[in-house]
């Protein structure tokens, strides 16, 4: 549906993942600063996702029943139009990023699987151990803390031979050099 498709990009762009949209984060992902004007926001200048899907739908449903005669905001048109194309870029956007994701995966599962064979060049191996890094690394911080390694099935004593540092964390270097 209209909602669930907005709904979703209005969502990645998020990047607070607050559930209130500013107007620097839809700016950053092309919605014209002189449309979303025309909208109400809050004191801080932001929009909640939810109120905007409801008014964009409801300027939606307006200008569909009225056979493109809009009752409501003399920015409705403009700002639909505005809106549907860069949902629409935004969409594609994602899926592109989500292809190249998925992409990097099957690559790095194939390198691992050479590795595991011990067939993998020395790149192959890296590339699939950075692979792996980055998938355990739940929290982006750039090391492994004990918990991710826990919840990737790593147990203390592998955990403890690979802590070179001894400090209960591994670098990127520890973990894809191990």
């Known amino acids: 549906t209209f909602e669930a498709a907005l709904l979703a990009a209005l969502d990645s762009v998020d990047e607070r993942n ?4 500013n107007m620097a984060e839809l700016v950053a992902a092309g919605f014209d600063r002189a449309l979303l004007a025309g909208l109400a926001t809050g004191r801080d200048g932001s929009l909640d996702k939810r109120q905007l ?5 409801s300027i939606a449903r307006e200008e569909d029943d009225e ?5 409501g905001s003399e920015y409705a048109p403009e700002l639909l139009r505005s809106l549907l ?4 870029r935004i969409l594609h956007r994602r899926k592109a990023e989500a292809i190249a994701s998925e992409r990097r ?3 790095a599962e194939k390198n691992a699987m050479l590795a595991l064979h011990g067939e993998a060049t ?11 890094f980055a998938s355990i690394d ?8 004990l918990g991710e390694l826990r919840d990737a099935g790593f147990d203390h004593a592998v955990i403890s031979q690979l802590d070179s540092g001894g400090d209960g964390q591994l670098s990127r270097a520890e973990f894809v050099d191990a």
Do not use: H, K, N
Request: net charge negative; no cysteine.
């Open 122 to 132: 020395q790149g192959q191996f890296r590339t699939a151990m950075d692979a792996a």
């Open 85 to 88: 194309t860069t949902v629409a």
């Open 67 to 71: 056979g493109g005669q809009l009752s």
């Open 138 to 145: 739940a929290d982006g911080s750039g090391t492994l803390q």
């Open 18 to 21: 607050d559930g209130r949209l």
């Open 105 to 107: 995966a099957a690559e």
């Open 53 to 57: 899907v409801e008014r964009l739908s």
